[in-house]
């Protein structure tokens, strides 16, 4: 599933391509991808893209009339974009619609702008969507959303205030988008290694100088992920320049699971927390030895 590195270069990839490009045609290959398309055609077609913001996974096209677009990808979503020389560029979920002919038969919406070129969503299981909201109604779509893991505005008060009666493990409670976003599974494991907590450790007992070194932690890793382009683990399909990202190469607990620690040789362990995969160290994060340094 993309994760907010992820999306955050493909936002980057798009800025730099998208805005000034004029919206002439919107196909609608599977409804439910773009449900308000029908409703919303001449509100869309002829606008021009100002920009292209983000916020947690979802992606913001700014247009210049009374609507914009937002785009989430969920698990499988991509969005690919052709310049009228058919130069690829953008990203998501890595699979052989990267490289192969468009539209494939994951291709749901496309897009296409003045001059020719178009900008694909494919979507193999269907999960993403396309809206388009009006702009006065934009701030509907984020009401469930706590701040973004590396907005700049995010204090560790605000973590703490959450975290006060919280009994939920520390690493379900950085999860939880109505917390923070952006701190996918991934992350919140290779963060928690960082530090040395244990995941399973109870919210409420993460003092406040771990939440503060923790917060700092996440903040750094979400960067360096997003300067690598994110984390693709399918090499399959990394020949398109720009595509694949090279955090995997950095993982320090995350998908090693029976292998030895990098830290100290001890073997990494796996659990389930909330359904998910959690991959820590038991002798590196040890809730007890961090309450007595």
Same mark, same amino acid.
């Given at each position: &599933?993309?994760?907010?590195?992820?999306?955050?270069?493909?936002?980057?990839?798009?800025? *730099?391509?998208? =805005?000034?490009?004029?919206?002439?045609?919107?196909?609608?290959?599977?409804?439910?991808s773009f449900l308000t398309f029908p409703q919303l055609s001449q509100q869309l077609l002829g606008r021009q893209i100002t920009e292209v913001r983000r916020r947690a996974k979802i992606l913001h096209l700014v247009l210049d009339g009374e609507h914009d677009l937002l785009v989430?990808?969920?698990? !499988?979503?991509?969005?690919?974009?052709?310049?009228? $020389?058919? *130069?690829? @560029?953008?990203?998501? $979920? #890595? !699979?052989?619609?990267?490289?192969?002919?468009? =539209?494939?038969?994951?291709?749901?919406?496309?897009?296409?702008? @003045?001059? +020719?070129?178009?900008?694909?969503?494919?979507?193999?299981?269907?999960?993403?969507?396309?809206?388009? #909201? $009006?702009?006065?109604?934009? $701030?509907?779509?984020? !009401?469930?959303?706590?701040?973004?893991?590396?907005? =700049?505005?995010?204090?560790?008060?605000?973590?703490?205030?959450?975290?006060?009666?919280?009994?939920?493990?520390?690493? %379900?409670?950085? &999860?939880?988008?109505?917390?923070?976003?952006?701190?996918?599974?991934?992350? *919140?494991?290779?963060?928690?290694?960082?530090?040395?907590?244990? #995941?399973?450790?109870?919210?409420?007992?993460?003092?406040?100088?771990? &939440?503060?070194?923790?917060?700092?932690?996440?903040?750094?890793?979400?960067?360096? @992920?997003?300067?690598?382009?994110? !984390?693709?683990?399918?090499?399959?399909?990394?020949?398109?320049?720009?595509?694949?990202? +090279?955090? %995997?190469?950095?993982? %320090?607990?995350? +998908?090693?699971? *029976?292998?030895?620690?990098?830290?100290?040789?001890?073997?990494?362990?796996?659990?389930?927390?909330? +359904?998910?995969?959690?991959?820590?160290? #038991?002798?590196? %994060?040890?809730?007890?030895?961090?309450?007595?340094?």
């Amino acid at each position: &599933m993309p994760e907010l590195p992820e999306v955050e270069s493909i936002r980057r990839k798009l800025q *730099a391509i998208l =805005p000034g490009r004029r919206l002439e045609q919107v196909q609608v290959l599977r409804d439910k991808s773009f449900l308000t398309f029908p409703q919303l055609s001449q509100q869309l077609l002829g606008r021009q893209i100002t920009e292209v913001r983000r916020r947690a996974k979802i992606l913001h096209l700014v247009l210049d009339g009374e609507h914009d677009l937002l785009v989430h990808l969920k698990m !499988t979503g991509q969005l690919i974009f052709v310049d009228e $020389h058919g *130069a690829r @560029s953008g990203g998501g $979920h #890595p !699979t052989a619609d990267w490289v192969l002919e468009l =539209p494939s038969k994951h291709t749901r919406v496309v897009f296409t702008f @003045s001059g +020719g070129a178009r900008l694909f969503f494919n979507d193999q299981r269907v999960f993403g969507w396309i809206r388009a #909201p $009006h702009k006065t109604l934009l $701030h509907r779509e984020f !009401t469930n959303y706590g701040p973004d893991i590396n907005d =700049p505005t995010l204090t560790v008060e605000h973590l703490l205030e959450l975290a006060k009666r919280r009994s939920v493990p520390i690493k %379900q409670f950085i &999860m939880d988008n109505a917390v923070v976003c952006g701190v996918g599974n991934i992350y *919140a494991s290779e963060s928690l290694f960082k530090l040395g907590l244990d #995941p399973r450790t109870p919210t409420k007992e993460v003092s406040p100088e771990l &939440m503060q070194q923790l917060l700092l932690i996440m903040q750094k890793i979400i960067e360096r @992920s997003i300067e690598l382009g994110g !984390t693709t683990f399918d090499g399959k399909y990394v020949g398109v320049d720009g595509f694949a990202g +090279g955090f %995997q190469k950095e993982l %320090q607990v995350y +998908g090693r699971e *029976a292998e030895a620690c990098l830290r100290c040789g001890n073997e990494i362990a796996k659990i389930k927390q909330g +359904g998910r995969g959690t991959f820590y160290c #038991p002798h590196c %994060q040890q809730t007890n030895l961090l309450a007595k340094s």
